[in-house]
């Protein structure tokens, strides 16, 4: 067994892959980490973006599509249904063996709905009818104007993982509206994941303690990530812990996605994100480098998180406000550069694909 595999054997955590792209999937890449304990998989815009624009293996088939007078955002569609495809039927066994739990293969509705209820509803339901697919979830972004159409989405029997979640507020209403279509007792197979983000949570906090510059604001870099997390975790408890005793395995219970989890700061642990962020009914989804580092080692002291752990980030976060970081700020602040950074992603793209017509 290797440390990959040991992330769900001793921790309950599911290790996924933040990757997609047709050479993973046509190379045996995508096979092999499935082999090597990977369950799951995510993508969005940005990945998207890099598979398509920096790849020949898409050319032939843009091309054909092209001709026969479809639009860029036609083409973006179909040549990334045929990925989710590909990537869902790999991971299919790894859904059957878990009974629903894991195995899944995430596609990110279009960032330009990302403040449209209705149309982010609408689409959402167009790909999960499209693509037919039980093993897919639908990707949708936690922001206000996009919560409504988690709830409806998740009442209607449809997989969603909510992403781009920067704040425990955020948090909470995501995790609300999963409990509220999932009550104990009551049937429905919908599952979900809720997208945490994590290293652009230290990017950010870590620039406005160095901006204060005081020897107890820099005594704080490093630790804001992981704080909030934990205090993330504590919901988790609090909303889904009595679904964890009496239906351990019940799609009632939501599970954290960890997000953005490879270390950007070259002075912190190639491994911060995945030491500190052990947990039960969690998952980590991780850049193929990090995967590669986890196969390799993994640290001899990592542990599940307690809840002592839990006392100590509210002891952090505390701090962390004293010295002038308004925590809801940096949320707002990374909320609104992920969906601008995801639009850019989509429109760079179809620029692209639309470059190749003729």
């Known amino acids: 067994m ?3 595999q040991k992330l769900h054997e001793n921790f309950n955590q599911s290790p996924w892959v933040d990757n997609l792209s047709r050479e ?11 082999d090597s304990g990977v369950r799951g998989l995510t993508s969005n815009p940005t990945i998207l973006e890099n598979a398509i624009t920096k790849s020949t293996a898409y050319d ?6 092209m001709s026969e007078g479809l639009t860029a955002e036609q083409v973006y569609w179909k040549i990334v249904e045929d990925d989710i495809r590909a990537a869902a039927a790999l991971l299919k066994p790894v859904w059957d063996a878990s009974g629903g739990i894991d195995g899944f293969v995430s596609l990110e509705v279009s960032p330009e709905l990302s403040d449209d209820a209705m149309a982010t509803t609408t689409q959402a339901k167009l790909l999960w009818k499209t693509l037919n697919i039980p093993n897919l979830m639908i990707k949708v972004p936690a922001t206000d104007g996009s919560v409504p159409a988690i709830h409806e989405l998740l009442e209607n029997g449809i997989n969603v993982n909510v992403t ?3 704040s425990l507020g955020h948090y909470r209403q995501v995790a609300e509206a999963h409990r509220a279509t999932h009550r104990l007792g009551h049937i429905n197979n919908a599952r979900s994941v809720a997208s945490f983000f994590i290293s652009r949570v230290d990017n950010e906090v870590d620039a406005r303690l160095e901006a204060v510059g005081t020897e107890k604001a820099l005594n704080l870099r490093g630790q804001a990530a992981i704080a909030q997390a934990h205090m993330a975790y504590s919901i988790f408890l609090d909303q889904f812990g009595d679904a964890a005793v009496l239906e351990p395995n019940s799609s009632a219970i939501q599970r954290i996605l960890w997000a953005s989890t490879s270390t950007k700061n070259p002075s912190y642990d190639d491994l911060l994100y995945v030491k500190y962020l052990l947990a039960p009914y969690t998952v980590n ?5 990090t995967i590669a580092k986890i196969i390799d080692h993994l640290p001899e002291d990592a542990r599940s998180l307690s809840l002592e752990d839990i006392v100590h980030a509210q002891s952090i976060l505390r701090q962390i406000a004293e010295v002038g970081v308004d925590m809801d700020d940096v949320a707002k602040t990374l909320e609104n550069e992920g969906v601008q950074k995801f639009k850019a992603s989509f429109t760079s793209l179809l620029a692209a694909i639309e470059s190749k017509r003729g």
């Not at 993973?24 to 980490?33: A, E, R, T």
């Not at 989804?285 to 480098?289: D, F, I, Q, V, Y």
């Open 285 to 289: 989804t991780l850049p193929e480098p």
């Open 164 to 166: 781009l979640i920067f």
């Open 24 to 34: 993973l999937i046509s190379s045996g890449k995508l096979q092999d980490y499935i």
């Open 2 to 4: 290797n440390y990959l």
């Open 60 to 65: 032939e088939q843009i091309s054909q599509l």
